[in-house]
T-cell receptor, first 116, second 112 residues
Framework: DTGVSQDPRHKITKRGQNVTFRCDPISEHNRLYWYRQTLGQGPEFLTY????????KSRLLSNRFSAERPKGSFSTLEIQRTEQGDSAMYLCASSLVPGQGFVWQYFGPGTRLTVT | EDQVTQSPEALRLQEGESSSLNCSYT??????LFWYRQDPGKGPEFLFTLYSAGEEKEKERLKATLTKKESFLHITAPKPEDSATYLC?????????????FGKGTKLTVNP
């Protein structure tokens, strides 16, 4: 169990550019979640996958955002035509449902995006 | 709409000075309440899950309790390494949503 990994850890981009982030969940976990966290705030839910199916999307996930989990393993989050308001930490989490006992979401280290 | 409010926003303690952090919540049926610890520049680290009023969980110097409207995270004789932001989150039972709704967190600083 190597934990949830995210790549890159930091990304600086210019407004209007597209960016893509990758998340590798804990290997046996079937659920994968994306959250966004801005300075001084708690994480805000964006979307989640059960295996390869995207089952829930927040209204925060505008049409410039798209997430995929093509083979039910790693996931990518793409932001098109980035805006300065997209600057945030993008967090990925995973869980195994149903699991043994109670279930919680394991978070990765995050990708910090800065849009200049 | 589900909401989580944490207080205080920031707390400074001397090493060994016990205190409590508060998490008030409104949710359409509570599936679970979660406490996470977050260090600067890192992702949240799971601490506890509570499911029903009256439940308590302990881990080292931390103890979490739950009522129908709020949760407390009690820190006994804290050490400088307990300095972090503590996040509270709820998961609702209705609507089939899997999302966690987080509060803004309490930033704890423990001075030696």
């Amino acid at each position: 169990d190597t934990g949830v990994s995210q790549d890159p850890r930091h990304k600086i981009t210019k407004r209007g550019q597209n960016v893509t982030f990758r998340c590798d969940p804990i290997s046996e976990h079937n659920r994968l979640y994306w959250y966004r966290q801005t300075l001084g705030q708690g994480p805000e839910f964006l979307t989640y996958f059960q295996n390869e199916a995207q089952l829930e999307k927040s209204r925060l996930l505008s049409n410039r955002f798209s997430a995929e989990r093509p083979k039910g393993s790693f996931s990518t989050l793409e932001i098109q035509r980035t805006e300065q308001g997209d600057s945030a930490m993008y967090l990925c989490a995973s869980s195994l449902v149903p699991g043994q006992g109670f279930v919680w979401q394991y978070f990765g280290p995050g990708t910090r995006l800065t849009v200049t | 709409e589900d909401q989580v409010t944490q207080s205080p926003e920031a707390l400074r303690l001397q090493e060994g000075e016990s205190s409590s952090l508060n998490c008030s919540y409104t949710v359409s049926g509570l599936r679970g309440l979660f406490w996470y610890r977050q260090d600067p520049g890192k992702g949240p680290e799971f601490l506890f899950t509570l499911y029903s009023a009256g439940e308590e969980k302990e881990k080292e110097r931390l103890k979490a309790t739950l009522t129908k409207k709020e949760s407390f995270l009690h820190i006994t004789a804290p050490k400088p390494e307990d300095s972090a932001t503590y996040l509270c989150a709820v998961q609702a039972n209705e609507g089939g949503s899997e999302k966690l709704v987080f509060g803004k967190g309490t930033k704890l600083t423990v001075n030696p």
